[in-house]
């Protein structure tokens, strides 16, 4: 079946713009990953959805990032008022189980660039 | 201290020989350990889990030391296909089991 996917695969902004990302996991996956991943740098976790349990925001940056999923289907990636140093590849994950034992799928991420 | 901690290499290797990766990890409540592979500009992928025991699979294996608080990867024969960089995840109980990620290992396989 498909794999995760994210849209767009880039873009190009410039500060103070607000941007979305999307991502669609692979169907069934209850559990949702937004990561963040800065040039040469290593994956920053950003928020975790899990079925229908409140989501885990605990690693969002700021109060400009916010995050939405839909059931367990799409989410949505959303950072307003973008700043230079937002630049980076959001790479979101999917899992069948969650937890300590889920296996993560990851989409190919979106390159965002922001001027 | 962090997390997640891994030589952030890169490690340098010509084709065929044995090579090993540590990782360390600070919170002794961690709970599963694993190992991804990212290609460059590619998304990571699952290398292989770690158990308790120890695992093998085909020429990677992985080991835990739970007292010292460290995972290992041992990749033998290497394969100019291995070049990638690897890295360490680890996920804690309690909450809702995070993973976190080290910052990863570079491998170079030369001909």
């Known amino acids: 079946g498909a794999g995760v996917s994210q849209s767009p695969s880039n873009k190009v902004t410039e500060k103070g713009k607000d941007v979305e990302l999307r991502c669609d996991p692979i169907s069934g996956h209850t559990a949702l990953y937004w990561y963040r991943q800065r040039l040469g740098q290593g994956l920053e976790f950003l928020i975790y959805f899990q079925g229908n349990s409140a989501p885990d925001k605990s690693g969002l940056p700021s109060d400009r990032f916010s995050a939405e999923r839909t059931g367990e289907s799409v989410s949505t990636l959303t950072i307003q008022r973008t700043q230079q140093e937002d630049s980076a590849v959001y790479l979101c994950?999917?899992?069948?189980?969650?937890?300590?034992?889920?296996?993560?799928?990851f989409g190919p991420g979106t390159r965002l660039t922001v001027l | 201290r962090k997390e997640v901690e891994q030589d952030p290499g890169p490690f340098n290797v010509p084709e065929g020989a044995t090579v090993a990766f540590n990782c360390t990890y600070s919170?002794?409540?961690?709970?599963?350990f694993f190992w991804y592979r990212q290609d460059c500009r590619k998304e990571p992928k699952l290398l292989m889990s770690?158990?308790?025991s120890g695992n093998e699979d085909g020429r990677f294996t992985a080991q835990l030391n739970r007292a010292s608080q460290y995972i290992s990867l041992l990749i033998r024969d290497s394969k100019l296909s291995d070049s990638a960089t690897y890295l360490c995840?680890?996920?804690?109980?309690?909450?809702?089991?995070?993973?976190?990620f080290g910052r990863g290992t570079s491998l170079i396989v030369h001909p």
């Open positions: 995840v680890v996920t804690k109980s309690g909450g809702s089991y995070i993973p976190t």
């Open positions: 919170n002794s409540a961690s709970q599963s």
């Open positions: 770690v158990y308790s």
């Open positions: 994950a999917s899992s069948a189980a969650g937890g300590l034992r889920g296996e993560q799928f």
